[in-house]
């Protein structure tokens, strides 16, 4: 029964209206409608078991105010009907009924939404309650109560065969696409996907669906049935496989068209537990073919295609998708096997040929292309290192590598392979390291040769081989060559050289002289002479009042300067203030002040002695208590005095250490700014050292360490100042100050 053919709309009648009203009401519509219909409508609502059908299709519980909304809704804008709300179910699904027989527009879209909640209303039916609020409303109308629930319950199956009607009705406007997409799209989401029991109604909706399909999917599965015999016929033929692989796809896109049309007819028999027999006939046929192709003709590719196609449309069929994946996994497995015997075949065959000609002789410029085409594979190779494929060629082209060293003394070729391999294979246990092992020995020996050919002996060789293993030097194998010819050439210079080692005073230094200061900006004079001397280590114990290495008040400054690194420090410690403060005693500065100090050592990797921390020389610039000079220069002493340091202060020195003597090198008479000063530390040490060109800043003390242009190893954390400089003292030498070192 449509909404709108109801005795109470024909009446315009609601369910609290009695007996007596109701004669009225139709007497009143007989004036405009049908005599007739209005006389079979008040024949229906003042039966008590007739009334019971207009009941239940009408709006049961709800107001005749609220009635009159919904009608007026209706009959303007039934589309909004979906926005109503606080109704029974039984109301809300006949009225979502009436809205969806009377949309305006079709559209895939609003008609799945419209069916959805219609579903969902009629499930929320209870018949109890639907009893009860008849009940209710028969009571106010003084119409007798329903006693029997099965007859509520018969008019609620009624209600949904005429849903199912108007379901119907609505899709029959949609085009044959739309209307699948429609069915699908409402059934998937009902189901989720297949995985819930949906509503009745919408299993109602699919048994209708299913039967007008039934022509299609009929006449589609004899389409694919007859396909499926001209493809085996045109592969037992020997048919090519471009040929193959046309009626392959075209047989693809028709079972693709099946299953779309059958896919709510899968999802709902999933939903529910069955089995679609349609759909297990067409995947066994398809599936048939596909083992047929394979096994019988090798027809992998073609096989796969088939399977995935049987995977990917019959997702919703249980046991035909889990049948696909165990196909595929194995025609997966043999396809693997296939493309790894393939890519191991080329490397195999490749190294076969390289150590082949490499064994006839052939030359370096026939092997180098072979030798460049495996390093492509190698680098190229796809497939995970840790598979036994990937291992198998790793000890093929190891052993290639090994070959042409060891029995053809092909080095290059030997590293080129190593190298590609320890790209594919870089943390992959056992291989990995037997190939970085390869790759270090192969690098030493080119080293070494290198260095053989410049003429440096094999001791050194060897020594700088292990200082490189145990990470104590980072020269280049090209710096540590020329490291070795400047060596042996200071060494023959020296030995034909005199060495001048008179005591005489710096002439620019003379007590009483003034010295030319740079302005600021100005380049510090430098010598033309290039280096050449070998310069001692300084022996730090011998003279306990030399400013500390490292010791300094502020952050300090590091410079580099030829094979040099200088450290530039204000108010250091001296080497006894350190030891006493170890000592737990009190140091006394009251003797000598150092107001600064740079302290030049070799740069590590430069070093002729070695790997030594030691410096080689250390200026400072010092300053003695005034009553120290009072007897020696008696009246000129006032005159000497820095004005800063009061009539306490006595002059200010330059006094140099190096690893001979100590040289006092007279009173100084320049600016006292830490620039003024080091501009003067870097004259007279650019001319002791014999460097060109200028110093460069590379950052404070602690940046020293870890610093490539020193080559010192970076300082462990908490490490102290005590610490590096016991290192550049040497442990032995300060016994003789009441401290002894384990």
């Known amino acids: 029964m449509d909404f709108l053919q109801n005795s109470f709309h024909i009446l315009s009648a609601n369910p609290h209206d009695n007996r007596r009203r109701i004669v009225e009401l139709a007497d009143e519509r007989s004036l405009m409608l049908n005599s007739n219909q209005c006389t079979e409508a008040r024949s229906e609502l003042t039966n008590p078991r007739k009334r019971l059908t207009a009941e239940v299709a009408w709006l049961p519980g709800i107001g005749s105010k609220r009635i009159e909304e919904v009608l007026s809704l209706l009959e303007s804008s039934p589309a909004d009907l979906l926005a109503v709300d606080n109704l029974s179910s039984m109301a809300r699904a006949n009225l979502l009924a009436a809205g969806l027989a009377r949309l305006p527009d079709h559209n895939a879209k609003d008609v799945t939404e419209w069916i959805l909640e219609l579903a969902w209303a009629f499930e929320d039916i209870d018949a109890d309650e639907l009893c009860e609020i008849i009940n209710e409303e028969r009571t106010v109308s003084g119409f007798s109560a329903v006693s029997d629930l099965s007859a509520v319950e018969a008019e609620i199956q009624e209600r949904r065969r005429h849903y199912r009607q108007v379901i119907k009705s609505a899709l029959d406007h949609l085009s044959p696409k739309e209307l699948v997409k429609a069915v699908t799209v409402a059934v998937a989401s009902a189901t989720e996907d297949g995985e819930e029991h949906g509503p009745v109604i919408i299993a109602d909706l699919v048994d209708s669906y299913e039967v007008e399909a039934q022509g299609f999917l009929d006449k589609e599965e004899g389409n694919i049935k007859t396909l499926v015999e001209k493809l085996r016929a045109a592969v037992d033929a020997g048919s090519s496989d471009p040929t193959l692989a046309t009626a392959v796809n075209q047989l693809i896109q028709v079972v693709k068209n099946w299953d779309s049309v059958a896919q709510p007819i899968q999802v ?29 003709h090798d027809k992998l590719d073609l096989s796969q295609q088939l399977t995935n196609m049987l995977q990917e449309v019959f997702a919703e069929v249980g046991k035909v998708a889990e049948g696909a994946a165990e196909d595929a996994d194995t025609l997966g497995k043999i396809a693997e096997h296939r493309v790894l015997h393939s890519e191991v075949s080329k490397v195999e065959e490749l190294t076969t040929q390289i150590k082949a000609d490499v064994d006839g002789g052939r030359p370096d410029a026939y ?71 390869d790759a270090e020995t192969l690098q030493e020996t080119a080293v070494a040769r290198r260095m053989l050919n410049a003429g440096i002996p094999q001791a050194e060789i060897d020594a700088y081989l292990k200082n490189v293993r145990s990470g104590r030097t980072k020269l280049t194998t090209q710096e540590a060559i020329d490291f070795w010819k400047n060596k042996n050439r200071q060494q023959t210079e020296s030995a034909t050289k005199p060495t001048d080692t008179s005591t005489k005073r710096e002439d620019l230094l003379k007590p009483g002289l003034p010295h030319p200061q740079p302005q600021p900006g100005q380049p510090i004079p430098q010598p033309s002479t290039p280096q050449t001397t070998e310069f001692a280590l300084l022996n730090l114990t011998e003279w306990p009042t030399v400013p500390a290495p490292w010791s300094s008040e502020d952050r300090g400054e590091t410079w580099v300067w030829g094979d040099f690194f200088l450290t530039f420090q204000k108010k250091p410690k001296s080497i006894l203030d350190i ?95 830490s620039q003024a000063v080091k501009q003067r530390f870097f004259e007279i040490l650019g001319r002791r050292l014999g460097v060109s060109g200028q110093p460069k800043m590379i950052g404070d003390l602690v940046q020293a360490h870890g610093h490539p242009e020193t080559g010192l190893p970076a300082k462990k954390r908490k490490s102290g100042c005590a610490t590096v400089i016991l290192l550049c003292i040497g442990i032995g030498g300060l016994g003789a100050w009441g401290l002894t070192f384990i």
């Open 367 to 437: 092997l180098s292309p072979k030798v460049y085409q495996l390093c492509q594979l190698v680098m190229n190779w796809k497939i995970d290192p840790n598979h036994d494929a990937s291992k198998y060629i790793a000890n093929n082209v190891r052993d290639l590598a090994i070959h042409m060293f060891n029995e053809h003394d092909k080095l290059d070729f030997a590293q080129k392979l190593t190298k590609a391999l320890l790209r594919l294979f870089k943390d992959n246990g056992e291989i990995s390291k037997q190939i970085s092992d």
């Open 579 to 673: 030891t006493l403060e170890m000592r737990g005693e009190k140091a006394d500065r009251r003797g000598m002040t150092c107001h600064y100090a740079m302290s030049v050592f070799y740069r590590i990797y430069r070093n002729p002695h070695g790997p030594s921390h030691r410096p080689i020389m250390t200026i400072a610039l010092e300053q003695g208590e005034m009553s120290n000079f009072n007897g020696m220069l008696g009246p000129k002493a006032g005159e000497l005095s820095l004005a800063k340091g009061g009539d306490k202060g006595g002059p200010l020195v330059i006094g140099l250490f190096t690893g001979e003597k100590r040289l006092n090198l007279g009173v100084y008479e320049g600016g006292t700014s």
């Open 268 to 296: 709902s028999a999933k939903s529910r537990g069955l089995d679609h027999e349609a759909s297990h006939r067409v995947a066994g046929l398809v599936r048939d073919l596909a083992i047929h192709m394979f096994n019988e």
